[in-house]
């Protein structure tokens, strides 16, 4: 690891500021971050800690809505409850270490193609708020690694309208135990939605064939997606990831 | 029996006090006064020529003391390999030199081509980012079979292709093995892999180089299983130093699973370096270096075939193994699919004919050595698999086609016909014991059960027997070993009664501390406490060869054995002269010396004490003092075994296996910690289970390591496994050590994967699937049950 600064802001405009500096970097949990400087893949001169401001944390229910700030971390997810199929998806992230330290804006920020919570937040139509601006799911992620956020901007909290039912299947890989596949699905007042992590080269991605047969009373039986633009790796090919997302969805509805 | 624990009880383990409250002295827990540190720049690619190395950057970065390339070992010594395999013609094995740091050519990622020495661990790997190393990438030779092909690129320019050699065994048996298999009513055929593996013990390697240039004396901390064999090596083969000038110390070291055995470059360095700067020298591996530079594991591509008769009768065997050597010969790498491999092939079973063909191939991979069970475990694979495949072939329900083949309670000693002599045995006993602890008979209820929730469910057998306690020295020096593999103990008493056993094993979680003196104490019959055990440092232990080949306690054990009944010969006679008697008539007994037939007796304490203040001594007849040492030398391999059952649950719509139960019924003739033993059985067992459905070290056709970190390469973890059931009352005693003791260090490795396989391929076997190779993951599992559609 190569020597960094650390600034540690009480407020999102002090943080908004520290990170207009150059070669700065925002730290969530540092559950990526940390490992990837570690490895010297990653060398920012600064690190600007969330983890000190406080209207970044914390979760509230209301209006048939629950709201999670940013720095909320998967154990406080997992046992919160008022969404149980999030609580459930959070409770399996990683291992205790993880979950304790790991949050939600940060996972949502780094996009990680096998990541668990972009499904959630996709499947869900939840909105992503950050320092400037709303930002719905479906604009929210734009690829592997990569979302709608500008340099510098901070997210403050996700808003996920509560679903009449839902559910989230995955299959771990097996070393890293980050999501083989896995999929979200929830149906919300316009319907079900289908959410994808862990399977496609572009990262998660809706399986609108699924929500159509789903929305007009077809039937899953059988369906899967095209296995091109799949992951293809040591720990499954295209053609597996595509059938287990089939399999996953099948599951995740009667599970709902 | 002692009151704190004799032979059979469940000592807890006294080492586990200092493990568990962070108290143990690990090498990285070594720090010496003005030590540096070094950092290896390794290659980041497969194969390729060195045109130049450019260091004149990296040596003006800030706390550089000094950096190395091959040029600073000019004179000095390649890494030996310490087994010369003969080939099926009689000709010696190709045996390339391995130098400390590459000279000329890279073999593999992860191989050092330069080192840096510097005041803090971050500048050293600073300033080797800073070096420029100009190298012409070469063609990767990976696939063993390729490499084997006219034209193939040669690893090693100066060899004869990339054959390291072809091994027969038994090479006489050869043509009336083809005869049988020609002429046989049954022939079952099977191809497997049997998956590379990277052992990852908890502690990854650390070396310390220290030179006291006053005294002209060389100290290396290591993370080693054996720290005699690696200052035999390194002192003798690479860097030129006497014994008397060279300590190798391997305190506490946490888990070796084979890859810690042997001499590693690194040692040879640091131990090299501290000299040419004058200043201690430490190298800690990082995670992803271990990867990368530890031995690794298995890598056989094997072909065997098993002739049966009409009625199910084994007669013959033949494989054809193609065994990865990687890029260089590590230490023992060429007798694991030789001589730990082939002889084990005739199993537990009477098949009269047996022959091993295995060719070892040099590949621009990490080198490939022994790894829990070493060979062994490759030999059962086959083995037991094929045994499996037969019986559904032929109809034959597995536990009963195995049955049909055992060898006979009353035919030992058995000589096999693969050179070994197994001197007890009783394998219908352990699986009786295994149908009786498993419900074997229950197995089809709960099949029916799975099924109802839309889940496969198979049941998987095998029955293992390995040749550990490794080994009579006479016999390995005549198959190529170029050491003895004896073991010694030194036994000091100490002047009111306690005693210093040092031993030349080694503990690296085995347990030494607690079993070794629960054997003094109780052949003494005082407190297993009285006894400390002193090992891992050249300085004050005989020369030993180390713990490796589930050996301790066979071999080590029979040292202290030896070493203890001389003790207790000198302290009888101390004792008659005490007591006024002769020495024939004095008993030991609870730790009284007691004249025969009367109430006349003196303490163990009071004769330890006459030893060393000798002043009602027979001094003309007997030396004071009380410490003696014994060599032991087995005179046979031990051969425990035992009958393994494996449930699983398949999904088939994922290929996602969970094994329901797993059970295993040993032999490990007697025990002295039976808590101990089953906590070596529970390791086995789970790494046998790792390699079954999770581990696999890739390589891609460019020789990149694609499972080179936890992210990509999968361990076993709690949540994996069962919760085992094991059963040591089988016990048929070893006929040649004095404790009647078998090892049971790799058993569980051995025994479970064929065991895991057996029962997914059961479970599918409806569906046409008839064979998948390791590791089971979802997605093979679930290709296997898509071909077979």
Known sequence: MHNFDIEKPSSVSEAVAALAAEGAQALAGGQTLIPTMKQRLAAPEKLVLLSGIEELKGISASGGKLTIGAATTHAEVAADGSYPALSALAADIGDPAVRNRGTIGGSLANNDPSADYPAAVLASNAVVNTNKRAIAADDFFVGMFETALDEGEIITSVEFPLPEAASYQKIDQPASRFALVGVFVAKGANGWRVAVTGASNEGVFRWSAAEEALNGGGSLEGMAPDADGMIDDIHGSAAYRAHLVGVLTRRAVAAA | ?789
């Open chain 2, 1 to 789: 029996m002692p009151a704190d624990g004799g032979i059979g009880a469940s000592t807890r383990r006294r080492e586990d006090v200092r493990f568990l409250t962070g108290k143990g002295q690990y090498t990285d827990d070594i720090n010496i006064r003005g030590q540096a540190y070094v950092h290896f720049l390794r290659s980041d690619i497969a194969h390729g020529k060195i045109n130049n190395i450019d260091t004149s950057d990296a040596e003006n970065m800030p706390g550089v003391i000094r950096i190395f390339t091959s040029k600073d070992f000019e004179g000095v010594g390649g890494v030996p390999c310490g087994w010369q395999v003969t080939d099926r013609f009689g000709q010696p094995m190709q045996e390339p030199k391995h130098p400390v740091l590459a000279e000329g050519k890279v073999r593999h990622v992860g191989e050092p081509i330069a080192a840096v020495v510097a005041e803090t661990r971050e500048q050293a790997r600073d300033a080797a980012e800073a070096i420029i190393v100009d190298i012409e990438e070469l063609p990767a030779v990976i696939d063993m079979k390729a490499a084997l092909q006219d034209g193939a690129t040669k690893v090693h320019d100066d060899l004869t292709g990339n054959l390291c050699f072809d091994w027969g065994f038994v090479e006489e048996n050869r043509e009336a093995v083809d005869e049988a298999i020609r002429n046989a009513a049954h022939v079952t055929t099977l191809e497997l892999t049997n998956n590379r593996l990277v052992a990852n013990p908890m502690e990854p390697r650390v070396a310390i180089g220290d030179y006291d240039a006053a005294r002209d004396e060389h100290t290396l901390y290591t993370t080693s299983q054996n720290p005699h064999v690696i200052r035999l090596l390194m002192g003798a083969f690479v860097l030129g130093i006497p014994e008397n000038k060279l300590r190798v110390i391997a305190p506490d070291v946490g888990g070796g699973f084979g890859t810690k055995i042997f001499h590693y470059q690194e040692e040879a360095f640091c131990t090299f370096a501290a000299k040419a700067v004058n200043r201690p020298v430490k190298w800690t591996s990082s995670r992803s270096e271990a990867f990368m530079s530890d031995a690794h594991g298995r890598d056989h591509v094997t072909k065997i075939e098993l002739a049966l008769d009409e009625n199910g009768k084994f007669l013959a065997v033949r494989t054809d193994t193609y065994a990865n050597m990687g890029a260089y010969l590590s230490t023992f790498a060429p007798s694991v699919p030789t001589w730990l491999h082939g002889t084990l092939m005739a199993g537990n079973y009477t098949t009269p004919l047996v022959y091993v063909n295995v060719k070892a191939v040099f590949t621009n991979t990490v080198p490939v050595d022994a790894y829990r069970g070493a060979g062994r475990p490759e030999a059962t694979f086959q083995l037991e698999r094929v045994i499996d495949k037969a019986a559904r072939e032929l109809g034959i329900d597995p536990i009963e086609l195995r049955r049909r083949n055992f060898i006979q309670p009353d035919q030992y000693p058995y000589a096999t016909p693969v050179a070994l002599e197994y001197d007890t045995g009783n394998y219908p006993a352990t699986m009786d014991k295994l149908v009786e602890i498993a419900d074997i008979k229950g197995f089809a209820a709960r099949k029916a059960e799975s099924e109802s929730r839309g889940k496969k469910r198979g049941l998987g057998i095998a029955h293992y027997i390995e040749a550990c306690g490794i080994a009579p020295s006479n016999l390995v020096g005549q198959l190529g070993a170029r050491a003895g593999l004896y073991e010694s103990a030194t036994v000091r008493v100490n002047p009111t009664g306690g005693l210093v056993v040092m031993t030349g094993s080694h503990s690296h979680g085995q347990g030494h501390e607690t079993t070794f003196p629960q054997v003094v104490a109780e052949m003494i019959g005082i407190d297993a406490g009285m006894v400390e055990i002193v090992h891992g440092d050249t300085a004050n232990t005989p020369m030993g060869m180390g713990t490796y080949g589930s050996r301790s306690i066979a071999v080590g054990g029979s040292a202290i054995v030896r070493a203890t009944e001389k003790i207790i010969a000198k302290a009888r006679k101390i004792a008659a002269h005490l007591l006024e008697a002769s020495d024939e008539d004095i008993e030991l007994k609870d730790g009284q010396f007691t004249v025969k037939g009367t109430d006349k007796s003196v303490a163990w304490g009071d004769v330890c004490l006459a030893a060393y203040v000798p002043h009602n001594y027979p001094l003309e007849d007997l030396e004071p003092g009380l410490e003696e040492t014994a060599f032991y030398d087995p005179a046979n391999f031990v051969y425990p075994a035992g009958a393994y059952a494996c449930e699983v649950e398949v999904d088939p719509e994922t290929g996602k296996v969970e094994i329901m139960s797993f059970c295993a019924a040993d032999d490990f003739g007697n025990i002295i910690n039976p808590m101990i033993v089953e906590g070596q059985v529970h390791g086995g067992l789970a790494q046998g289970i790792g390699q079954a459905l999770l581990e696999h070290c890739v390589y891609d056709e460019n020789g990149q390591l694609v499972s080179g970190s936890y992210m990509d390469y999968a361990m076993p973890r709690a949540d994996d496994l069962p919760s085992f059931v094991t059963d040591t009352s089988c016990q048929t005693p070893c006929t040649h050590n004095p404790l009647g003791v078998k090892g049971c260090g790799e058993a569980g490795a051995i025994g479970a994967p064929p065991a895991v396989v057996n029962a997914v391929v059961d479970a599918l076997a409806d569906m046409g699937v008839t064979h998948i190779d390791m590791p089971l993951t979802p997605a093979r599992v679930w290709s296997a049950i898509q071909a077979a559609k």
